[in-house]
């Protein structure tokens, strides 16, 4: 009997301790801890501001009689603001409210969770811990004792307790009970610990963005191949396509891009954004970080390093230029959006005469410019072909096909004939017929059939005859 007792008292520590250990989990869990520590920045910013207004009513009030002292109390909102102090005062009362067996009554600690399903079905608890995400005023946190945590891409260290940057363009537009956080920072929306929100686990598909390739996100909503307020990388990445002839071999079935980028030579890229690391092309890679954003910013600057036998060529991107394309190929993606948050541009033309791209080599619609030298470019021809010619040099550097240079002084005999002998042996008879069937001529050619009209035909021949020594 007294060996029972024993292993009864031990059993009953035993329980204690467990239960011990179960409160203080509980207790400390890393979404309570930031909420407890918001409302000592809240209170202490409040009380600040508080201060402020009382010297100033003080100052204001001088000489007033009581029903005007009255009235400045209530233009200062000082009622409001000594009610709100004595809410949110951290003290004995807040912790019972959260205690752990009588937490479920009326806390103040809670998740806050915003469902979206027409964002892919996504469900988001961040502002579970950014507090003041969605509320001004909170730009700059910095007080005694306020735990920091530093973000990638992000010089604020008072996070998650600040307001969100550019808050006018940013949460007016897109509040977070309307939008969420993931849909365009990712990570796990779901999560209530930090590591785990910001996806870095295994097996999550969609960890947080780095902060300089978030726009890609922009894409999902902002529909169309025109530029996008407050986007910039991502407007310089969709130029970018463009102007270095990127649709030439890549098809993008997405609005604004199907008109024009309808290439088979490299990989469709309607979709790209949504292909797993796994799926990339890593070669022998091993010193680029596996995450997608790396693998394109890389790609993009040095094809050749991930697979030598690439026929794309490397165009000696800025990093400006790198970031610019990873934004815009990121937001590429497979999801479900829905037609609420669509936004389409008013005037969508791409590639036209009313909304001409701007490149490097100046408006290519511009008057002088032959129809012939726009059809080159627009087309994209650029990306594929080399002319080392003034106006042209800049943006014709591509390497897969030959040089066109100086094209027009070939001899007939020069040119790739193959098996063709119905065609008349003339330079321009060639280059209409080549133009229009290259596969004709050459079976293994990766010269895309661009389905082009004979007057269309006819200008690029003009065009392509024109370049003699």
Known sequence: MKKLHIWFIVASFLLFAVTSIAYYNEHNREWKQYQRQFRVVEYEKTKKDYAELLESFAQSSEGKDKEEIEMLREQYRLDWYESRLSNIKPGLLDRLRNFIFIDFLYPTNKIREVSLPGLDNRVDRCTTCHQAIDRQGFEQVDFPG????????????????????????????????????????????????????????????????????????????????????????????????????????????????????????????????SKRVEDLQWGEVTDVPRTKWDWHFAFVKEPELFNPETQMTNYGLTDEEAEALTNFVLGLVDEEVGSRYLVRPKVEKANSSSQPVKSKTGDVTAKGS???????????????????????REVANGTVGPPLTFFGSKGVDELEWGEVTDIPRTKRDWVVAYIKDPARFKPDTLMSDYGLTDEEIDALADFMLGLVK
Do not use: M
């Open 146 to 273: 306020l735990k920091k945590e530093p973000r990638r891409g992000f010089d604020n260290q008072g996070l998650p307790f600040t307001t969100h940057s550019r808050y006018d363009l940013i949460i007016k537009n897109h509040p977070p009970e309307t939008f969420g956080c993931t849909a365009c920072h990712q990570g796990q929306g779901r999560a209530t610990d930090s590591k785990s929100a910001k996806g870095d686990v295994p097996h999550w598909e969609e960890p947080l963005l780095p902060a300089k390739f978030v726009e890609s996100s922009c894409a999902k909503c902002h529909v169309g191949s025109g530029e996008l307020e407050g986007a910039k990388s991502l407007s310089l990445g969709k130029k970018l396509f463009v102007e270095r002839g990127c649709f030439a071999c890549h098809a993008i079935d997405r609005e604004g891009f199907r008109e024009i980028a309808k290439g088979s030579l490299g990989p469709p890229l309607t979709s790209f954004g």
């Open 370 to 392: 032959s129809p012939g030298r726009e059809l080159f470019l627009e087309r994209g021809c650029i990306a594929c072909h080399t002319i080392d010619r003034e106006g042209l």
